[in-house]
Every structure is written in C-alpha cells, then in structure tokens.
C-alpha cells in the first residue's frame, strides 16, 4: 500500500489524514509547527482555530451550514466529533472550547500508528506521489510559488467577495429585469433608487462599522478591489458613477434611469443567487444586512453569503480541480480546505473529507463514485468546479443546492425538504460506498 503525504495541519489536514490512517492507508503529515508558525497560528497543536471558536447553527433542517454538519456526522467526521464532544453552550450554534477541540484532534490523529508527523516547510510536491495540498489560506510563499505552476498560474492572495441574495426575497415590486442600454438577454436585476433614498443609504453606508482586520491583513491586500464603503467616503456621488451607475437602464415603471441603481447578476444557472455587482465589501455581516436592506429592492433580502474581503490563498478551482478535489493535470494531486475556495471551518473539513473519500477509494483501485449534489458535501465541489469568470470562495448555503422538483412557497417547508432530501442522498452514498 501506499503512503500518502498530507501536507498541512489545519482542520482539512487533519480530518483528510484521519479518515485516510482509519482505512489503513499510511499518511505523512506535514506541518510547520512547532519549529515555525503563520502570523495567524500560535498552537503548536493541529486544527487550531484562529478566528471565531463557532462552527455556526447546528440546525440541521433549517440552516445549510448545520445540515452540512449532519451530513459529515453520518460520514464519519472527525472535525464534527471533536466539536460535539467539546462543545460550550451557544443557543443552537456549535461553538467550541477552543483548546480542547485542538486537544482532542491532536490526540485522534497521534493515536493512529498510520500517521507520521514531519514538522517540516514543504517547498515543492513531487507530482508522482499522492499528496493533498492543504494549506489553507496562509500556505507559504515557497510553496505558494509551486502551487502557481500546478494550478496554470492562477493563486489569489484575497477574497474579495460581494454579497450573494436569494431571488425570492427579492421585492421585484421595487426592481425590475433588463441590462444596460439593453444589450444582452435581460438577465440583470436592477434596484432603483430615487435622490432620498440614495441618500439615506449613503448615510448608513458612511458610518458603517467595518470588521477589523488580522495584523498580517493590510490595506494592500485589497488593491484593485476597492471596498464599497471606502469609494462611499470619496464623495458623495462616487458610487453613482462606479457600481450604482444608473446610466443605460430604464425603470419600466418611470420610463427613465433613476438616480441610483444597483444591479444583481445572477450566481448560478438556475437564478436562485443573485450578486451585488461590485459590491465588494469589509462591512461586519450585521452592518451589511442593516445597510443593504435599505435599498427598496431588498428591504427583506435573505442573504446566502455576506461580503468578505480578507487575506486567502486559494486556485482557481473551476479550471484546474476535479469535482473529487483532484488536480486535472496530475491525478495524484489533491487540495482540499480553503485553498480550493470553500469558505469556513466546516466547509474546509468537510472538503478535507471528501477528499479523503475520494482517494482512498483510488489508492484501493475502487469505482469512482461521487457524492450527489443534492447534498450540501455535493453542491460545494460542484460550485467550485463550475466554470465561473470571476470565481470567489463560496460557504454552505441552501442556494447552491439544486431546486426541488415542485414549487414549495413556504421557506422553513423548502429548507426542510431540500434538507431531507440531503439526508437520504447521504445515506445512500454510505451504503454504496460501503457494500463494494
């Protein structure tokens, strides 16, 4: 059997060298710690979390991140075991002791006699071994500079993500479809806006708190991708010319262009997810749901995603990744985690997951066989493996799943089938994993 090198230590690591030594294949897991760390690590520990010790809602039927969670129990995760087991009271979040969750995955993964631990920079990837890249966000520059060659020479350092809107909380009484001047299909949504409305967003938008950044984040980190509430404090007529322009687009209702208009583009084929078009934002997750609510169109906007903008190395996955995390150009490279452009802790181990899924079952000359998309697991790999133009990370959200085959109007009933139906797709990938 073969040895498979898991190259960093964080919660896709960890979960990806786990699944794998409790199938009996050898791992090499190498990490920087303890002889160095990243600005963001201080733990000499593996899956330390440096941000937030929540692991978001833990309701399975009504949130996508807490049906994503129920779908890697059923797996097997051991990122979910360790935060069920250390978990601190949070309503119905999963948030957790943060030295103990580490604690209790370091203690997992030392316990496997298939786990060796190399504390070690790794600086390139032999492309004719089996090997997972994850890294995460903070991957080094030696290796980030080989991850270029690997990935055609795409590697983004930032995410500079607008916020992503569920078209049925849309208020199409205050919006309407149409492109500018139009030239296309007519498939933009565009929210008017007259002088007072505009001007009360603008006030709201101004004095907006902003999420502070880590000490290894600057300003440089988002050159070419200016944050909407920066342009805002420019002038007050700054985001009528930039992404509120309402030049070109005719309110039906009016028969002219409005005073300000912010245009939605959809996120995906079915037109479940719409974009804020160039609204690329540092804004605390509250402060963009107070302020962007503000807009007639969206006063009842149900947000899939919030604007981020924060320092994350991850590939351009839609071009170089197939849909079980492999390299296209060389099958025995995978990634997994955030550099493959899922957003958030769970997201990242579940992704580690599949990976390990996935390979185990190729090291051991398995069929190949696929999570369906109907699972939260599923809909991520596909999300990032679309063709996208403008590809940006994306976190579990009901949006990415595929629609249901029937109109069901209620949104806790819609949430429930979809998560349902989720559950027993999970289920039945186990059993067909398991009986060959």
């Not at 479809?177 to 139009?182: L, M």
């Not at 996208?388 to 990415?400: A, R, V, Y």
Request: net charge neutral; proline share 4%.
């Amino acid at each position: 059997m073969c040895t498979v090198k898991v190259i960093g230590g964080g919660l896709a690591g960890a979960e990806t060298a786990y699944y794998l030594a409790k199938k009996g294949i050898k791992v090499k897991l190498y990490d920087i710690k303890p002889k160095s760390f990243t600005p963001a690590h201080q733990s000499e520990k593996f899956a330390e979390l440096v941000c937030s010790n929540s692991l978001k809602s833990n309701d399975v039927y009504g949130n996508a991140c807490g049906l994503l969670k129920e779908e890697m129990r059923l797996l097997g995760s051991l990122i979910i075991e360790a935060g069920d087991k250390t978990s601190v009271p949070a309503g119905n979040a999963l948030a957790v002791d943060r030295e103990k969750f580490a604690d209790y995955v370091t203690q997992k993964l030392r316990e496997q006699e298939n786990v060796e631990f190399i504390c070690e920079d790794v600086e390139d990837v032999n492309l004719n071994e089996y090997t997972v890249i994850a890294t995460g966000p903070l991957t080094t520059q030696k290796l980030s500079e080989k991850i270029k060659q690997y990935a055609c020479g795409d590697l983004h350092f930032y995410d500079a993500s607008a916020p992503i809107i569920d078209f049925e909380s849309i208020d199409m009484e205050n919006a309407f479809f149409g492109d500018r001047y139009d030239k296309g299909n007519g498939d933009h949504i565009n929210c008017p806006m007259n002088k007072e409305e505009y001007e009360q967003f603008m006030d709201a938008l101004i004095s907006a708190e902003t999420a502070k950044l880590h000490d290894f984040e600057n300003t440089a980190v988002f050159e070419g991708c200016m944050p909407v509430e920066i342009m805002a404090r420019r002038g007050r007529d700054t985001l009528r010319f930039g992404p509120l322009k309402p030049v070109g687009l005719t309110d039906p209702k009016t028969g002219r262009w409005a005073y300000a208009c912010l245009q939605l583009r959809k996120e995906d084929a079915d037109g479940t997810m719409y974009n804020m078009v160039g609204f690329q934002t540092n804004l605390t997750w509250g402060e963009q749901k107070r302020v962007f609510s503000i807009i007639p169109a969206l006063k009842k906007a149900e947000f899939f995603r919030y604007g981020v903008m924060h320092r994350n190395t991850f590939i351009n996955s839609p071009k170089v990744l197939r849909k079980d995390y492999s390299l296209k150009d060389s099958e025995k490279i995978f990634f997994a985690g955030q550099i493959t452009g899922v957003e958030g802790y769970v997201e990242s181990a579940g992704s580690g997951l599949m990976t390990a899924i996935y390979l185990e079952r190729k090291i051991k000359g398995k069929k190949n066989v696929l999570i369906p998309d109907t699972t939260v697991l599923g809909a991520l790999s596909k999300y990032i493996t679309t063709e996208n133009k403008d590809f940006q990370p994306m976190n579990s959200n009901f949006g990415i799943l595929p629609p249901l085959n029937k109109v069901v109007k209620d949104k806790a009933l819609k949430k429930r089938e979809l998560a349902e139906r989720s559950l027993l797709a999970v289920k039945d990938f186990i059993k067909e994993i398991e009986n060959d």
